[in-house]
């Protein structure tokens, strides 16, 4: 008997929902949970530590683009997460990679097409859509605020999108049952990564990659 495997799927589409469910239940064995809503899906990681994989819509409700990922892989960075949005061009697919994305599926890709992402990436592979050259960035704020996220640590990108929330460092340190002390050192900490002075500075920093990427003139 093959592997069994955990899949969540992550989208406010119940067609879509029900697309991707079509697709993965070809793995034999597949758990299948869904949910409709950011929360949800936030939710679902925190409960469940056998996931095997986390498909992620970057428009549904709760979720503000890329930085949706970031918050999914600050709660777990044992979690693959593969991104699924009908915007594929190069530089949102290329942007979510580098934010730890482990492939990103189109939402005009096929069954069979979804079916071997999810293989590529279950074998430690990365799922890429079909003739895309990802190229390099062109705009420079957000290379640099790519690098500087890049640098956080899970817990640290956790912290950063609290903050993000509007929680105040005791309601994070009680989310994350540690001292408030330790949140102040991991706020710090993130200020001094991201190169700017104060906690609503580190938050625009972070919506201006959370935000749909421009398209090129």
Do not use: W
Not at 148 to 153: A, D, F, G, I
């Amino acid at each position: 008997m093959g592997q069994r495997h955990r899949f969540v799927i992550a989208d406010d589409h119940p067609l879509f929902r029900g697309a991707l469910r079509q697709a993965l239940s070809s793995f034999e064995g597949a758990t299948i949970d869904e949910v409709g809503d950011f929360e949800a899906a936030k939710a679902c990681v925190v409960a469940n530590d056998d996931i095997d994989l986390l498909l992620l819509d970057l428009t549904m409700p709760g979720s503000s683009g890329l930085s949706g990922l970031i918050v999914l892989r600050g709660i777990s960075a044992n979690v693959p997460v593969v991104v699924v949005s009908a915007r594929d061009d190069a530089e949102t697919v290329r942007r979510a990679l580098e934010l730890g994305a482990a492939g990103f599926i189109s939402k005009s890709a096929g069954m069979d097409q979804i079916r071997h992402a999810v293989t590529t990436v279950l074998e430690g592979g990365v799922a890429l859509p079909d003739d895309i050259e990802l190229g390099e960035e062109r705009d420079p704020e957000v290379s640099d605020l790519i690098h500087r996220l890049q640098s956080l640590t899970p817990q640290q990108s956790r912290v950063l999108t609290m903050l993000a929330e509007g929680l105040l460092n005791k309601q994070i340190a009680y989310e994350l049952s540690v001292s408030e002390a330790t949140i102040k050192a991991h706020v710090s900490a993130i200020l001094q990564k991201l190169g700017v002075d104060s906690r609503t500075q580190a938050v625009i920093r972070l919506s201006r990659i959370g935000s749909e990427p421009q398209p090129s003139a």
